[in-house]
T-cell receptor, first 111, second 111 residues
Framework: NAGVTQTPKFQVLKTGQSMTLQCAQD?????MYWYRQDPGMGLRLIYY???????DKGEVPNGYNVSRLNKREFSLRLESAAPSQTSVYFC??????????FGPGTRLTVL | SQQGEEDPQALSIQEGENATMNCSYK?????LQWYRQNSGRGLVHLIL?????REKHSGRLRVTLDTSKKSSSLLITASRAADTASYFC???????????FGTGTSLTVIP
């Protein structure tokens, strides 16, 4: 039982490159989330998926797209990376109105 | 932004002492949660308190919620060096799926 897993753990991109961050959960949660964490800013919600087949914007969605591939997997795509997207990205799973379970994070640097 | 704010930003105490950190938020909520983050790791859920509850305990943790003041406090009793981490509050402003995290309190427990 791995909980929530994320790949890759680290990534360095050049401005304009694209990439997809992968997230998978084996906890049978309906809801999944993508956050970014910047120094002094706490976590900010990028996108979330309340159930398979649905996605909704969070607080900071610009520059990102998501796909809820199935109940287990929720991916985050950067189509054209910018230095402002340098951050630590966390995926989480959970149930509505309840606690969330976080993955270990992906550290992304955009040069 | 509905983001909560923790106070203090940083706290340093001796092992065995109690640590208190506070969270203030801006809008009505369904529940408030506290999370811990060890350096370089993902967030771990500590405790959830619902809007109709005033106090909750879990082991050495005590959480209070005052919805009239839009504030919560987390008390860690008999602190240990292993409690050294950042602590975040997260509020759910009636949507069930959009959580707003504060900027965190960095706690250092000196052995």
């Amino acid at each position: 039982n791995a909980g929530v897993t994320q790949t890759p753990k680290f990534q360095v991109l050049k401005t304009g490159q694209s990439m997809t961050l992968q997230c998978a959960q084996d906890m049978n949660h309906n809801s999944m989330y993508w956050y970014r964490q910047d120094p002094g800013m706490g976590l900010r919600l990028i996108y979330y998926s309340a159930s398979e087949g649905t996605t909704d914007k969070g607080e900071v969605p610009n520059g990102y797209n998501v796909s809820r591939l199935n109940k287990r997997e929720f991916s985050l795509r950067l189509e054209s990376a910018a230095p402002s997207q340098t951050s630590v990205y966390f995926c989480a799973g959970g149930r509505v109105y309840n606690e969330q379970f976080f993955g270990p994070g992906t550290r992304l640097t955009v040069l | 932004s509905q983001q909560g704010e923790e106070d203090p930003q940083a706290l340093s105490i001796q092992e065995g002492e109690n640590a208190t950190m506070n969270c203030s938020y801006k809008t009505s909520i369904n529940n408030l949660q506290w999370y811990r983050q060890n350096s370089g790791r993902g967030l771990v859920h500590l405790i959830l308190i619902r809007s109709n509850e005033r106090e909750k305990h879990s082991g050495r943790l005590r959480v209070t919620l005052d919805t009239s003041k839009k504030s919560s406090s987390l008390l860690i009793t008999a602190s240990r060096a292993a409690d050294t981490a950042s602590y975040f509050c997260a509020t759910d402003p009636n949507t069930g799926n959009q959580f707003y995290f504060g900027t965190g309190t960095s706690l250092t427990v000196i052995p």
